[in-house]
């Protein structure tokens, strides 16, 4: 029995008399005494199997050496190992939203898995990260396909049709390319787009137009039952209008 057992076992089921524990200090410095023996034999242990990986090539060398000669750790293409908790990208599909949950070794090659999906990758084939989210000026991701604006206030809507991510490097920034609608395109940095369009004198001047009812529908204003389309219309109108004018009272 080791000491911690033998201390639970005189805590849990030791006689009591008036909520004291009846044990000798002897016995207790004994009990003490086992346990710090354990400990430190538990340390040397340790210090004998670090000792052991460090004789042996160290720790990447010992990992090599627990696989199967026919198996090998799977690696993403920068050379790091891929590890529990982390991402993949696979035909397409982008997992950058889940992770993966269990790697299973295979005859041929090894499985990744979580509860939305799974890929097979055959031994030494590289695992591919899903590439960094792209953003724009207001923090909402870029995808192919997206409608987008340009922030210098035109209110032109592009359609995305590219994206090339850069490497951190400022001589190779992360480019989207955009359709003009007339079969041409033209290149963005992220931050020179959004998602949301921006207003303008001209649609100001169209929205002045609308039924009260369709310009709250169109702005996305639910009314509540006790307020005024025509009201909210004239007092959104207004503030519209002193924003583009750079008016802030």
């Not at 034999?41 to 199997?49: A, H, L, P, Q, T």
């Not at 160290?58 to 090998?72: D, F, Q, Y």
């Not at 939203?97 to 990758?121: L, Q």
Request: proline share 4%.
């Amino acid at each position: 029995m080791t000491g911690i057992e033998r201390l639970a076992d005189i805590v849990n089921d030791g006689p009591y008399s008036g909520g004291m524990i009846h044990i000798s200090v002897q016995k207790l410095r004994e009990i003490c005494e086992q346990i710090e023996r354990e400990v430190d034999d538990i340390s040397g242990r340790d210090s004998d199997v670090l000792a052991w990986v460090e004789k042996n090539g160290g720790l990447e060398a010992v990992k090599e050496r627990t696989m199967p000669e026919e198996m090998s750790w799977p690696f993403y293409e920068d050379g790091e190992p891929v590890r529990l908790g982390e991402h993949w990208q696979q035909d397409g599909y982008d997992w950058s939203i889940t992770s993966i949950d269990s790697i299973e070794f295979a005859e041929d090659g090894v499985r990744f898995e979580n509860e939305y999906a799974d890929a097979f990758y055959r031994y030494g084939e590289r695992v591919k990260r899903p590439a960094p989210k792209v953003l724009d000026a207001d923090g909402v991701e870029i995808r192919v396909g997206d409608t987008v604006y340009e922030i210098d206030g035109t209110g032109h809507a592009y359609k995305v049709v590219g994206i090339r991510v850069g490497d951190g490097d400022p001589l190779t920034p992360t480019v989207v390319t955009c359709d003009e609608g007339d079969g041409t395109s033209e290149h963005f940095l992220p931050g020179q787009l959004t998602h949301e369009r921006p207003d303008s004198w001209e649609r100001l001047e169209a929205d002045a137009g609308k039924n009260p009812f369709d310009y709250c529908k169109d702005v996305g204003h639910r009314l509540d039952t006790c307020e005024n389309s025509e009201a909210y219309k004239a007092r959104d109108i207004v503030r519209r209008a002193k924003k583009l004018a750079g008016v802030s009272e």
